[in-house]
C-alpha cells in the first residue's frame, strides 16, 4: 500500500478555547497523514466521542469544562478504548505530568509547541511511540524517583530492628535494653522512622509500615 493510499490517521481534537482549537484543527488537516474526525469544545463531549467514534488518537486540552483532559484519558482507557490520549497544557510541574501518564495519557506537550511538534506527536502516538519534550522529561524521571522513595522510604537496619520492636508491642525502654541503646537514641530512631514514612506516634508507624508491606 503505497503512501497516498494509506488510510489517514483520524484525530479527535478538545480544547475549550475556539482561537486554540482551531489553530491546531488547520495544522493537523493541513497534513495528508491526519484527519480530523471530531472537533470538542469540553471533557465530556470529547470522552462522549472518543467512546462513539474511536479515533486514533484524541489532541485533550488539559483544563476543560466538565472533565478535564486527564480524566478524559483515564476514563476512555479504563473502558478499553485503543485511542491514544495526547494532552497539551499550560501546566508543567512534576506532579502534573507524572499524573497525566499514569492516568492513560500516551504524550504531553506543552501548549507553547510549536504547531509542527503537535503534526510529529499525533504521528509518534498513533506508531505507539510516547510524546514527551526533552524539558519535562528530566522533571518526569525526578518525580519517579521521589515517589519511589516515598514508597520505599530506604529504613536504615538498625531503624527496621526498632520498627519490628514496635510492632511486636515493646516500650521504648525495653527497646533501649534489649539493642543497648540510651533511651533518647532509641527516640530518635524512631523519630527518623516517622519521618520517612511520613507519621506521628506508634500506631500510625506500624499501620504505615503494614500498608506499605514493609512489614508483615
Not at 529504613?155 to 520492636?165: D, F, K, P, S
Request: negative net charge.
Amino acid at each position: 500500500m503505497t503512501s497516498s493510499t494509506r488510510p489517514r490517521i483520524r484525530v479527535l481534537i478538545a480544547d475549550d478555547h475556539p482561537v486554540y482549537r482551531q489553530g491546531i484543527c488547520r495544522e493537523l488537516d493541513a497534513d495528508d497523514g491526519l484527519e480530523v474526525v471530531r472537533v470538542c469544545q469540553d471533557g465530556k463531549e470529547a470522552l462522549s466521542a472518543i467512546t462513539e467514534i474511536q479515533p486514533d488518537v484524541a489532541v485533550l486540552d488539559h483544563r476543560m469544562p466538565g472533565l478535564d483532559g486527564v480524566q478524559v484519558a483515564l476514563s476512555a482507557s479504563r473502558a478499553g478504548s485503543p485511542t491514544r490520549m495526547l494532552i497539551l497544557s499550560a501546566f508543567t510541574e512534576n506532579a502534573t505530568v507524572y499524573q497525566a501518564l499514569r492516568d492513560g495519557a500516551w504524550g504531553y506537550l506543552t501548549k507553547e509547541a510549536e504547531p509542527q511538534e503537535i503534526v510529529q506527536a499525533v504521528h509518534a502516538c498513533h506508531r505507539g511511540d510516547p510524546v514527551l519534550p526533552p524539558q519535562l522529561t528530566a522533571g518526569l524521571i525526578s518525580e519517579i524517583r521521589n515517589r519511589t522513595e516515598a514508597q520505599d522510604p530506604r529504613l536504615t537496619q538498625r531503624e527496621m530492628e526498632i520498627l519490628r520492636m514496635l510492632a511486636s508491642g515493646m516500650s521504648t525502654p525495653e527497646i533501649a535494653r534489649t539493642v543497648f541503646l540510651a533511651p533518647s537514641t532509641v527516640k530518635t530512631h524512631i523519630q527518623h522512622v516517622c519521618d520517612k514514612l511520613g507519621v506521628s506516634g506508634r500506631a500510625a508507624i506500624v499501620a504505615e509500615a503494614m500498608r506499605r508491606g514493609i512489614l508483615d
